[in-house]
Structures are given as structure tokens and as C-alpha cells.
């Protein structure tokens, strides 16, 4: 979920609708809210898994995978593309039975697709500049606000599968700035640890604000929710390739890369991206045979 959250156009959400275990997540999300001790108690124990994992990913993403995704940017979106396009028959395939019979939520798939796409359409324009300086005593109120708000609404899209948190992050033009954040702490500069704890603040209010609207519609709107979710995830793939078009370099300054087109779209990395989801579908079928 983290390296799916770090790469503009991919979605975490995204990435737990497929494995199978999403409503589990926002389950667990509302539970700490407002569950009983002993329900509290488990979603402890499932979102700590996941906290950790989620961690160690985004520490990968930013020390080590960001630079890959840069530098082979075409290969990693086929590589995505890959993931999304095997993974919507299966997602139907899991939720036949809300979705039988049921057409007219159908339409929820055209507003999921104009969603997402409006989000990466505007995700080339930022609404303020990368250059912030996120530094201790460098930054005012008004950035402060801003980081809140960022992270409120970056965790709402991170939650969502096929909204990408670092698209909307671009669009605030906090993507540059919070990356190079987390990185320098990591390094033990912790001059930027004011500026993230805001950060994460906003994340923390987000979060909270988010699941218990997205359990409340799984709950009674299952099958327009899974249309719309199908159609953030088709939508993504037009998000996934204008992703090259929105990567900066260390200064901030757009690399002005063309979009995914066929001449550089990966097959290759398209079929590896389409086993891998066969695989971790395999595995998670495997998983609960064993368990029943």
C-alpha cells in the first residue's frame, strides 16, 4: 500500500480492495473510532500489521524506489497499468453477487472515471509553490493551515481506492517539500519534525472523517460503491499515464516528460504487473482455503 501510495496515479485503497481485505481496513478504521473494547482491541492488532508494513514501504519508497520510479517511470506505470487491468475482472468476480442484476449503479462507474480524471487533469497545476521551505521556524500560519489540509484530504484519497495521495499532495505542491521532509528526517535532521507532526495531524483528522462515510455507503450502497471504486480504478490508468508528466526533479522543476503512449508503454512490464495480481489472488484464495 505505501509503494502504491508514494507512485502519482496508484492508490494504497487501491491496492486493499485487490488483496481482498479493504473492508476489513475501513472496518477496522471505524472500530477504533467508536467499537466496543473488545472490537478496539482487534482492529489494534489488524492496523498495527499494516502500520508496520505500510512503514518499512514508504521508508523504501523514499530512500531507495523513488529514484527507480523516476528513472524507469514508463516501465513502473505498464507495471501498474498491468496491475489495474487484472485486477477489475476480479474485483467483479468478488462482488457478483452485490452487483447481479443491479444496472442502473452502473452509472456510478462514468461518475468514478470523470472523478479521478479530473483529479490528475488538475494535478499539472498546482495551487501552491513546490519551493516551500518546510524547515522549523521557515515556514508561517498559512503554510501551517496548509499542511493540515493537505493531509486531510491526502489521507481521504489514499483511503479511496484509485486516487493517488501523492497526486493530490502535487496539486498543493507539497509533494517535493513533504518527500524531501520525510527523507531528512530519516537522515536524523529533525528540524522538518514540526512540520510533518502538522502534517500527520491533518492525516489522523482525515482518516477519521473518511471511514465512516465509506463504511456507512459499502454497508447500504454496496453496489453503487463498488461500481464508483471500478470506476476510480479505470479512471486511474488515464492517472497513471499523465503520471511521467508531473515528476519533478530534487529542485522541484517539472522534468516536462510526455505522458504513457504506446510507443513507450512496457508489455513486458504490463504481463509482470498482471501475474503478480494472479499470484497475490492465488495466494489470498490459498490463504483462506487454509483457513476454512
Known amino acids: 500500500m505505501a509503494l502504491a501510495d508514494s507512485v502519482p496515479g496508484v492508490s494504497g485503497g487501491t491496492i486493499a480492495f485487490l488483496l481482498g481485505f479493504y473492508d476489513k481496513f475501513i472496518g477496522s ?5 467508536s467499537g466496543t473494547k473488545e472490537e478496539k482491541k482487534e482492529a489494534v492488532k489488524f492496523l498495527l500489521k499494516i502500520g508496520i508494513g505500510w512503514i518499512v ?4 519508497a523514499i530512500l531507495f524506489i523513488t ?4 528513472s524507469h517511470i514508463y516501465q513502473i506505470s505498464s507495471l501498474f497499468i498491468g496491475f489495474i487491468i487484472f485486477a477489475i475482472p476480479i474485483i467483479v468476480k468478488e462482488e457478483k453477487e452485490c452487483l447481479k442484476g443491479k444496472y442502473f449503479p452502473i452509472i456510478f462507474e462514468i461518475f468514478g472515471v470523470i472523478f479521478v480524471c479530473a483529479i490528475s487533469y488538475f494535478s499539472g497545476t498546482t495551487l ?7 524547515a522549523a521556524g521557515k ?14 484530504v491526502a489521507i481521504s484519497a489514499m483511503v ?5 495521495g501523492s497526486t493530490v499532495l502535487m496539486i498543493f505542491g507539497l509533494y ?5 521532509a520525510i527523507k531528512d528526517v530519516l537522515h536524523l535532521k529533525f528540524e522538518y519534525v514540526p512540520a510533518l507532526a502538522i502534517f500527520g495531524i491533518g492525516v489522523i483528522v482525515g482518516a477519521l472523517a473518511v471511514v465512516k462515510l465509506i463504511k456507512k455507503l459499502l454497508e447500504f450502497f454496496r453496489a453503487h460503491t463498488v461500481h464508483f471504486i471500478i470506476g476510480m480504478m479505470i479512471g486511474s490508468i488515464y492517472s497513471i499515464a499523465m503520471g511521467p508528466t508531473t515528476l519533478r526533479d530534487s529542485e522541484g522543476n517539472l522534468k516536462n516528460l510526455k505522458m504513457l503512449n504506446f510507443s513507450s508503454f512496457s508489455i513486458i512490464y504490463f504481463i509482470i504487473g498482471g501475474v503478480i495480481i494472479l499470484g497475490l489472488q492465488f495466494l489470498k484464495v490459498a490463504m483462506e482455503s487454509k483457513e476454512a
Not at 514501504?57 to 523504501?60: I, Q
Not at 515556514?139 to 493540515?148: E, H, K, Q, S
Open 29 to 33: 478504521l471505524n472500530d477504533i473510532i
Open 57 to 60: 514501504g514508504m521508508a523504501l
Open 67 to 70: 529514484a527507480v520510479f523516476e
Open 128 to 134: 501552491f509553490s513546490d519551493g516551500v521551505n518546510l
Open 139 to 152: 515556514f508561517n500560519v498559512g503554510v501551517g493551515i496548509m499542511l493540515f489540509v493537505a493531509g486531510v
Open 160 to 164: 479511496l481506492p484509485g486516487i493517488s
Open 176 to 180: 517535493v517539500p513533504i518527500t524531501t
